[in-house]
């Protein structure tokens, strides 16, 4: 079975400053790997995702992340953050070829500060 | 714009009575899904539609039942809510099977469901 770890329950980030949010999986086998972001009271948006080619991966928003296969790594950065950006991140995984659930992490909660 | 849509954006329910939350898509895709989230956790799937194919999961409280009676709506019914199934319910679709091309869900804005 698969499964994603999200290491940092909350972050606390100064505006204009970077950020990287982290994410790991476990898996067996290939996988497809998604960010997705939850802003207060709606539901999620996909940031990017990961399918295959290009290690690194960019989304909306001016995020990025990339895919650290040795690592078993999908971090999620962005060079500039700005209050807007205040929101849950959840990471997330699925088995390729597989008729399985997607599995979400716990999600990373982003403080931006003034 | 094509989305998804989920009435009403809040519920008040009393303990024990029956209450349905609706939810309808104009992307056409042929999967759905029902996520119970509670705050500050990850959404947890109760089940999810392929087309008219119905999948529980096996942890799902039998008090959660789904309806889908074409492509475009699934409706979540909670026979006798109780307290702990306060929570943001989100509906969401995919145009196939998440693991077999790597298709993203869409997800709609929730329900707050609130229990007195």
């Known amino acids: 079975a698969q499964s994603v770890t999200q290491l940092d329950s909350q972050v606390p980030v100064f505006e204009e400053a970077p950020v990287e949010l982290r994410c790991n999986y476990s898996s067996s086998v290939s996988v497809y790997l998604f960010w997705y972001v939850q802003y207060p009271n709606q539901g999620l948006q996909l940031l990017l995702k990961y399918l295959s080619g290009s290690t690194l991966v960019k989304g909306i ?54 | ?29 042929n999967v759905m899904y029902w996520y119970q989230q509670k705050s500050s956790q990850a ?27 074409n492509t475009s709506f699934c409706f979540l019914d909670i026979r006798s809510p109780g307290l702990g199934d306060a929570a943001m319910y989100l509906c969401a679709t995919s145009r196939d099977r998440l693991g077999h091309s790597g298709y993203e869900q869409y997800f709609g804005p929730g329900t707050r469901l609130t229990v007195t």
């Open chain 2, 43 to 69: 959404p947890k799937l109760l089940f999810h539609y392929y087309d008219k194919d119905f999948n529980n999961e096996a942890d799902t409280p039998d008090n959660f039942q789904s309806r889908r009676p």
């Open chain 1, 61 to 114: 928003n001016g995020f990025e992340a990339e895919f650290n296969k040795s690592q078993t790594s999908f971090h999620l950065r962005k060079p500039s953050v700005h209050i807007s950006d205040t929101a849950e991140y959840f990471c997330a995984v699925i088995r390729m070829n597989r008729d399985d659930k997607i599995i979400f992490g716990k999600g990373t909660r982003l403080h931006i500060l003034p």
């Open chain 2, 1 to 29: 714009d094509a989305m998804v849509i989920q009435n009403p954006r809040y519920q008040v329910t009393q303990f024990g009575k029956p209450v349905t939350l609706s939810c309808s898509q104009t992307l056409n895709h």
